[in-house]
């Protein structure tokens, strides 16, 4: 499949907002703008027997749902609880809200009591899903996140700020740790030259975590450079030694 180019959406900052902050908070309001998250999906429509009344293998009981979206950075938080009480052998079905802009897919969570779902199915695009499996059973069972980790920083009520990869690459790059980004991708590219064995995940996060990082510097260097065209600042002469001056342009 095809990798796309990431579009970075222009960060909306002012002349007088650079000035006051510079390239690294220029660079923090493209990270904002471009990377904030998505909320919660909206609350679905679970209904006893809407896959069908007969095939189902759950046994008669009470189901609560709870819905989350996915994106390539992670994982929404769970959408409103819903329950539906039905008969064995009938399959539920899930009706899925509408898509939020950006993110691909839906996970759903399953649990016989409020509260206590745990992971039942991954990576739905359809519209609707049908309960029709019977509930997992294993040590290990996944509840639904309680930090979102669709954009480049999940926060969590407990823990505080949780950062990604990408986050610390791009950061990364406001404390003159750009050579860090450039390594790992020369790093990659002279592994792959060498026909060394690679992980395709690994490598293709690799890939993209740079090209998302030179595609916002691109795009940073593209608004600075538009901001200070259209504040030419002023000229003015400074002394460059005994009785000598220079003029030189100066903001404001």
């Excluded at 998302?212 to 200070?228: D, I, P, R």
């Amino acid at each position: 499949m095809a990798y796309t180019s990431p579009t970075i959406v222009p960060s909306g900052t002012t002349f007088a907002q650079f000035q006051a902050a510079g390239a690294t908070g220029h660079l923090e309001r493209l990270i904002t703008v471009n990377f904030a998250g998505t909320a919660p999906p909206a609350v679905p429509t679970l209904t006893a027997a809407g896959g069908g009344t007969t095939g189902g293998s759950l046994p008669t009981g009470t189901y609560y749902v709870r819905v989350t979206e996915t994106n390539g950075m992670g994982e929404t938080t769970p959408s409103p609880e819903v329950s539906v009480t039905i008969t064995a052998g009938n399959v539920p079905q899930v009706v899925f809200a509408a898509l939020q802009s950006g993110n691909l897919a839906r996970n759903v969570y399953v649990g016989n009591a409020s509260e206590a779902e745990t992971l039942y199915a991954t990576g739905i695009t359809t519209a609707t899903f049908n309960l029709s499996s019977p509930m997992p059973v294993n040590s290990f069972a996944v509840s639904p996140p309680t930090a979102n980790s669709t954009g480049l920083t999940s926060v969590s009520p407990t823990s505080g700020v949780v950062s990604n990869q990408k986050l610390m690459g791009l950061r990364g790059c406001e404390r003159g740790r750009l050579q860090y980004t450039w390594d790992v991708l020369a790093q990659l590219i002279d592994q792959f030259n060498r026909g060394e064995p690679m992980s395709f995940g690994n490598m293709t996060s690799k890939l993209r975590d740079a090209h998302t990082v030179f595609a916002m510097l691109s795009q940073l260097c593209a608004e600075m450079g538009a901001l200070v065209d259209a504040n030419p600042g002023h000229f003015t002469n400074v002394p460059t030694g005994i009785g000598g001056q220079r003029t030189v342009r100066q903001w404001p």
